[in-house]
């Protein structure tokens, strides 16, 4: 069974930046498409990013998109989501989800199918 662990959350200030990493366990990374997806307070699970199993293709939420980079290394079974420029909206709970799908499917939630605990990032003054 694959387990999944996020860390690198924090609070950063407007403009800011953080580093994500998402941990693999249990069965090979490179298996599998893996994406960052994130839920503010009273809102649904939305996609940020994500990046196919070999790192080829990836795919950005329009509101994410050159000021975070997703990238991976499946020799260490990481995937990493650099943030810069942070902005208040970027405020939420931060997830690594899985997609098991042998084709890149994008970033939707419903076919991310393991999902890590997430890890809480704040962007306040």
């Known amino acids: 069974q694959l387990q999944l662990v996020e860390s690198g959350g924090d609070l950063a200030q407007p403009g800011g930046s953080l580093r994500l990493s998402c941990v693999a366990s249990?069965?090979?990374?490179?298996?599998?498409?893996i994406g960052w997806f994130r839920q503010a307070p009273g809102k649904e699970r939305e996609g940020v990013s994500c990046?196919?199993?070999?790192?080829?293709?990836?795919d950005y939420a329009d509101s994410v998109k050159g000021r975070f980079t997703i990238s991976r290394d499946n020799a260490k079974n990481m995937v990493y989501l650099e943030m810069n420029r942070l902005e208040p909206g970027d405020t939420g709970v931060y997830y690594c989800?899985?997609?098991?799908?042998?084709?890149?499917?994008?970033?939707?939630?419903?076919?991310?199918?393991?999902w890590g605990p997430g890890t809480q990032v704040t962007v306040s003054s």
């Open positions: 249990g069965v090979r990374m490179d298996y599998f498409a």
């Open positions: 990046i196919s199993m070999n790192g080829g293709a990836t």
């Open positions: 989800g899985a997609d098991g799908s042998s084709w890149f499917r994008g970033c939707h939630r419903n076919d991310y199918t393991f």
